[in-house]
């Protein structure tokens, strides 16, 4: 520490003294709550977290519930820095459970972002974006137009992250709007950042230039190195996509020279952050040992944590697996510039997927709910963008009952070679749209079609459904029939929304009557956003889930998709 550092610690000490010679009450706590995280800002991360265990105990025997919440959520942000996201999301949660109980909004609201920002780090996005959406939900509420633009940042950064990148550009542009007022440096250099590399990758321009430009004047300002490291690197880049090799050349060299120093930095303070938290974990380990007094049941204990966090990782590597096989957002863009994609896994993965091909002038987009969820869902979804991938590119099938015939030859086959009751399989939809003439041909197993089409008499919007056919992808009792294709004709602002049953069975509604949300209400919805623009119904269908949901567990894996013609 700095003499200056040291001068501010030692002033909280006497302080701490000073209330530990007088009757305990909410001063004392409250310094050692300062105390900890001035720490904490520092990097002094080991006596941060042994002021806020002291502190803790004091608290809960004065019953100061608020003060209670702070101590968790600076224990939340120790652990963050220390990249044990999992400890620093439970302690998040539990300053968020007591604001919750004494009706903190504002409060609340920082514990939802602080819950969304560390799951968005872990890598798990879906995760982030409910929390960031509850955080958005309660700031609106409550006006609080100086948070709202920090949970904006936060979605922009997660959705970045997803290659969602239309998303990400759209919030970080609200946070910047809602910025003029207040004209904050630090949140005008994460907007100008994030727009500057967004329109980076959409497309190369002078004014993603301007962006990075604007970013990296307020990073210089702010001596924010490790920030400008990266926007030396981007602007690199950005400058190689417009061919001016020149300017290219020169920021990566600035890139180069700011390397070294940042990742030195970064790679020290990650070792210190090692030793902190390995000497944390062996003090919990050894409370543990002296609680159980067994070396046996300590050897079984450290057995099941290793399993467990061999499961976890294996989960991960699957998630990571299966968006890869999901088709890329600079995909999507290309063949559906009008859309909205709302794809939310139950758990880490999915058994829900979605596909989408082009072969000349047909669009084949495809939407499916395989058996399960979580890693059995997961596995059947793979086989099934494997074997579409297979039918359409090699065996060049483009008819979508001949797709669906094919595809469900090949899922039996797979799927029962050692054992013939497996009924493992998939519901699915399927349209090939010809951009032509915009006509399009349909079929399915199970999961039916909904266009949203506007009445040239009334100009009131209709629903009109087209059924896809009784049986799965799979073995089916009843002996396999072929699936039947059915012809209709796109009309211009027609919207096509294909879905799994994830959305209409979620539970929720009042607590006192606990149902499903149902394909009417689910209808309704789609009537009443028809007007809305893509990236609006998107949202309204997602606020509406997590109203609907409340405090109830997601029922299934979620897939809606709306494209419009």
Not at 52 to 78: H, P
Not at 184 to 210: F, Q, T, W
Request: glycine fraction near 4%; charged fraction near 25%.
């Amino acid at each position: 520490l700095s003499i200056h550092n040291e001068s501010i610690i030692h002033n909280l000490y006497e302080i701490i003294n000073y209330f530990e010679q007088i009757e305990p009450e909410i001063g004392y706590v409250n310094a050692l709550n300062v105390t900890a995280n001035v720490l904490h800002s520092y990097g002094d991360y080991k006596k941060a977290l042994d002021v806020c265990l002291k502190s803790q105990k004091k608290i809960i025997k004065l019953g100061y519930k608020e003060v209670l919440a702070d101590n968790y959520s600076i224990i939340g942000l120790i652990y963050t820095d220390l990249s044990d996201f999992e400890k620093a999301i439970n302690n998040y949660k539990c300053a968020l459970k007591i604001r919750t109980e004494i009706d903190n909004k504002k409060a609340m609201a920082s514990s939802l972002n602080l819950i969304a920002r560390t799951y968005s780090l872990s890598g798990n996005y879906s995760e982030a974006l409910e929390y960031y959406n509850k955080a958005l939900i309660l700031r609106k509420e409550m006006n609080d137009i100086t948070g709202m633009p920090w949970t904006y940042i936060g979605l922009a950064s997660t959705y970045e992250k997803m290659n969602d990148y239309e998303t990400a550009l759209l919030n970080y542009e609200q946070a910047l709007e809602l910025n003029k007022n207040f004209n904050d440096k630090r949140l005008n250099l994460h907007c100008y950042m994030g727009i500057g590399i967004v329109k980076s990758i959409i497309s190369p321009s002078k004014i993603a230039e301007e962006y990075l430009i604007k970013a990296k004047k307020i990073a210089d300002d702010l001596n924010s190195k490790p920030v400008l490291y990266n926007i030396y690197l981007k602007l690199s880049e950005l400058y190689e996509r417009l061919m001016d090799l020149p300017m290219a050349f020169a920021y990566f060299k600035l890139y180069q020279q700011n390397k070294e120093e940042v990742i030195n930095s970064k790679l020290q303070n990650q070792l210190k952050n090692q030793e902190i938290l390995f000497a944390v974990e062996k003090s919990e380990k050894e409370a543990e040992i002296f609680r159980l007094k067994n070396v046996e049941l300590k050897n079984a204990y450290e057995q099941l944590e290793k399993q467990n966090q061999e499961i976890k990782d294996s989960i991960k590597y699957a998630q990571n697996i299966q968006i890869a096989l999901l088709p890329s957002g600079d995909y999507v863009n290309e063949i559906l510039p009008e859309r909205f994609i709302f794809y939310k896994p139950r758990n880490i993965v999915s058994g829900d997927f979605y596909w989408l091909n082009k072969v000349d002038d047909f669009l084949i987009i495809a939407v499916a709910d395989c058996t399960g969820h979580g890693v059995p869902g997961a596995f059947v979804s793979m086989l099934g963008i494997s074997f579409l991938n297979e039918i359409v590119n090699k065996n060049k099938i483009i008819r979508p009952d001949l797709i669906l015939n094919e595809l469900r030859n090949m899922v039996i086959s797979a799927l029962n070679k050692n054992n013939k009751n497996v009924n493992d399989g998939m519901d699915i939809s399927l349209v090939v749209v010809n951009k032509t003439n915009m006509k399009a041909q349909y079929a399915g197993a199970f999961n039916p079609l909904l266009i949203t089409r506007k009445n040239n008499i009334t100009g009131d919007c209709e629903i009109i459904q087209i059924d896809g056919d009784r049986m799965p992808i799979g073995l089916y009792i009843k002996d396999h029939e072929p699936f039947l294709n059915k012809e209709f004709q796109f009309l211009k602002d027609d919207i096509l929304y294909m879905f799994t049953d994830g959305y209409s069975d979620q539970f929720g509604g009042p607590l006192e009557e606990k149902q499903k949300f149902m394909k009417k209400r689910f209808k309704q919805l789609l009537i009443e956003i028809n007007s809305f623009s893509m990236q609006q119904q998107k949202s309204a269908l997602e606020k509406k889930h997590l109203d609907w949901k409340g405090d109830y567990e997601q029922t299934d894996d979620i897939t809606v998709i709306g494209i419009k013609f």
